[in-house]
Protein backbone atom coordinates (compact mmCIF):
# COMPACT_ATOMS: atom_id res chain seq x y z
CA UNK A 1 0.00 0.00 0.00
CA UNK A 2 1.48 3.32 -0.78
CA UNK A 3 0.94 6.32 1.82
CA UNK A 4 1.24 9.94 0.80
CA UNK A 5 2.68 12.65 3.50
CA UNK A 6 2.23 16.16 3.11
CA UNK A 7 3.16 18.53 4.79
CA UNK A 8 4.07 22.49 3.93
CA UNK A 9 6.49 24.93 5.43
CA UNK A 10 6.32 28.38 4.87
CA UNK A 11 9.55 30.71 5.80
CA UNK A 12 9.36 34.45 5.39
CA UNK A 13 12.12 36.30 3.66
CA UNK A 14 13.50 39.73 4.24
CA UNK A 15 14.26 41.78 0.89
CA UNK A 16 16.86 44.54 0.64
CA UNK A 17 14.28 47.09 1.20
CA UNK A 18 12.73 45.41 4.54
CA UNK A 19 9.76 43.94 3.46
CA UNK A 20 9.39 40.46 3.68
CA UNK A 21 7.94 37.82 1.12
CA UNK A 22 6.72 34.25 1.87
CA UNK A 23 8.24 31.10 0.49
CA UNK A 24 5.72 28.21 0.29
CA UNK A 25 7.97 25.14 0.65
CA UNK A 26 6.13 21.74 0.02
CA UNK A 27 7.39 18.37 -0.02
CA UNK A 28 5.76 15.02 -0.24
CA UNK A 29 6.90 11.96 1.20
CA UNK A 30 6.38 8.54 -0.39
CA UNK A 31 6.17 5.34 1.54
CA UNK A 32 5.59 1.69 0.75
CA UNK A 33 5.18 -1.10 3.61
CA UNK A 34 6.97 1.57 5.29
CA UNK A 35 9.80 2.42 3.35
CA UNK A 36 10.42 5.47 1.95
CA UNK A 37 10.22 5.94 -1.73
CA UNK A 38 13.31 7.90 -3.05
CA UNK A 39 12.33 10.73 -5.79
CA UNK A 40 13.85 10.55 -8.87
CA UNK A 41 15.60 13.85 -8.42
CA UNK A 42 15.01 17.10 -6.04
CA UNK A 43 13.66 20.39 -8.30
CA UNK A 44 13.88 24.15 -7.10
CA UNK A 45 11.34 26.07 -8.58
CA UNK A 46 11.91 30.29 -8.36
CA UNK A 47 9.59 32.17 -9.24
CA UNK A 48 7.95 35.56 -7.13
CA UNK A 49 4.26 34.25 -8.82
CA UNK A 50 2.61 32.55 -5.91
CA UNK A 51 0.68 30.57 -7.85
CA UNK A 52 3.32 29.07 -10.19
CA UNK A 53 5.25 28.38 -6.46
CA UNK A 54 2.42 26.31 -5.26
CA UNK A 55 1.23 24.83 -8.77
CA UNK A 56 4.55 24.01 -10.45
CA UNK A 57 5.92 21.72 -7.34
CA UNK A 58 2.39 19.95 -7.61
CA UNK A 59 2.94 18.93 -11.29
CA UNK A 60 6.35 17.83 -10.75
CA UNK A 61 5.46 15.56 -7.71
CA UNK A 62 3.08 14.29 -9.94
CA UNK A 63 5.83 13.59 -12.92
CA UNK A 64 8.00 11.90 -10.18
CA UNK A 65 10.44 14.71 -8.79
CA UNK A 66 10.52 16.05 -5.10
CA UNK A 67 10.25 19.99 -5.51
CA UNK A 68 11.16 23.06 -3.20
CA UNK A 69 9.59 26.26 -4.17
CA UNK A 70 11.28 29.84 -3.31
CA UNK A 71 9.32 33.25 -4.20
CA UNK A 72 13.26 34.86 -4.75
CA UNK A 73 16.66 34.47 -6.08
CA UNK A 74 18.06 35.47 -2.57
CA UNK A 75 15.72 32.94 -0.97
CA UNK A 76 17.40 30.27 -3.27
CA UNK A 77 20.77 31.02 -2.45
CA UNK A 78 20.40 30.95 1.48
CA UNK A 79 19.33 27.45 1.17
CA UNK A 80 20.78 24.87 3.22
CA UNK A 81 21.90 22.62 0.51
CA UNK A 82 22.02 23.99 -3.12
CA UNK A 83 24.34 20.98 -4.41
CA UNK A 84 20.94 18.55 -3.36
CA UNK A 85 19.35 20.37 -6.30
CA UNK A 86 19.27 18.37 -9.62
CA UNK A 87 17.63 21.16 -11.62
CA UNK A 88 16.69 24.84 -11.35
CA UNK A 89 13.08 26.15 -12.86
CA UNK A 90 13.70 29.75 -12.72
CA UNK A 91 11.61 32.79 -13.85
CA UNK A 92 13.25 34.91 -15.88
CA UNK A 93 12.06 38.28 -14.00
CA UNK A 94 12.14 38.13 -10.44
CA UNK A 95 12.07 41.78 -7.98
CA UNK A 96 15.45 42.46 -6.59
CA UNK A 97 17.95 39.61 -8.24
CA UNK A 98 16.93 38.69 -11.79
CA UNK A 99 17.23 34.96 -12.83
CA UNK A 100 19.57 36.09 -15.30
CA UNK A 101 21.75 37.69 -11.88
CA UNK A 102 20.79 34.84 -10.33
CA UNK A 103 22.52 32.19 -13.19
CA UNK A 104 25.39 34.26 -13.23
CA UNK A 105 25.54 34.21 -9.62
CA UNK A 106 25.70 30.21 -9.80
CA UNK A 107 28.57 30.26 -12.21
CA UNK A 108 30.53 32.52 -9.97
CA UNK A 109 29.78 30.28 -6.94
CA UNK A 110 30.65 27.47 -8.81
CA UNK A 111 27.16 25.89 -8.61
CA UNK A 112 26.81 23.77 -11.58
CA UNK A 113 22.82 23.09 -11.35
CA UNK A 114 20.67 22.92 -15.30
CA UNK A 115 19.07 25.74 -15.62
CA UNK A 116 15.45 25.82 -16.70
CA UNK A 117 14.30 29.21 -17.18
CA UNK A 118 10.68 30.21 -17.54
CA UNK A 119 8.84 34.01 -18.40
CA UNK A 120 5.88 35.53 -19.82
CA UNK A 121 7.85 37.40 -22.11
CA UNK A 122 7.20 37.53 -25.70
CA UNK A 123 10.31 37.92 -27.69
CA UNK A 124 10.78 34.11 -27.83
CA UNK A 125 13.12 33.59 -30.58
CA UNK A 126 15.81 35.98 -29.63
CA UNK A 127 15.26 35.24 -25.70
CA UNK A 128 15.64 31.86 -26.33
CA UNK A 129 18.29 31.45 -28.53
CA UNK A 130 20.14 33.78 -26.20
CA UNK A 131 19.74 31.76 -22.63
CA UNK A 132 20.47 29.02 -24.27
CA UNK A 133 23.90 30.52 -25.51
CA UNK A 134 24.39 31.35 -21.93
CA UNK A 135 24.03 27.91 -20.59
CA UNK A 136 20.39 27.31 -19.98
CA UNK A 137 19.10 23.67 -20.86
CA UNK A 138 16.14 25.47 -22.15
CA UNK A 139 13.43 28.98 -21.84
CA UNK A 140 10.06 28.20 -21.46
CA UNK A 141 7.02 30.44 -22.01
CA UNK A 142 4.42 30.79 -19.87
CA UNK A 143 1.85 29.24 -20.16
CA UNK A 144 3.69 26.08 -21.50
CA UNK A 145 2.28 22.21 -21.13
CA UNK A 146 3.40 19.21 -19.16
CA UNK A 147 5.41 17.63 -22.33
CA UNK A 148 7.52 20.83 -22.71
CA UNK A 149 8.41 20.75 -19.19
CA UNK A 150 9.11 17.69 -19.12
CA UNK A 151 11.12 17.57 -22.24
CA UNK A 152 13.29 19.97 -21.07
CA UNK A 153 13.91 18.27 -17.17
CA UNK A 154 14.80 15.04 -19.29
CA UNK A 155 17.24 17.47 -21.24
CA UNK A 156 18.34 19.06 -17.78
CA UNK A 157 18.92 15.85 -16.08
CA UNK A 158 20.59 14.04 -19.21
CA UNK A 159 17.35 11.62 -19.84
CA UNK A 160 17.22 10.01 -23.52
Same mark, same amino acid.
Request: some cysteine; glycine content about 4%.
Given at each position: ????????????? /??????????????????? /????????????V?????????????????????????????????????? /???????????????????????????????????????D???L??? %?????????????????????????? %????
Amino acid at each position: MLREDRYQSISLH /ANETGASSTGLSTQTNYEV /AGEPVQHRSLIAVVDDDESVRESLPDLLKELGFAATAFASAEAFLKAKDLA /AFRCLILDISLPGMSGLDLQRELKRLKRHIPIVFITARADRRTLRTA %LVAQGAIECLFKPFSEDELRAALDAA %LGKP
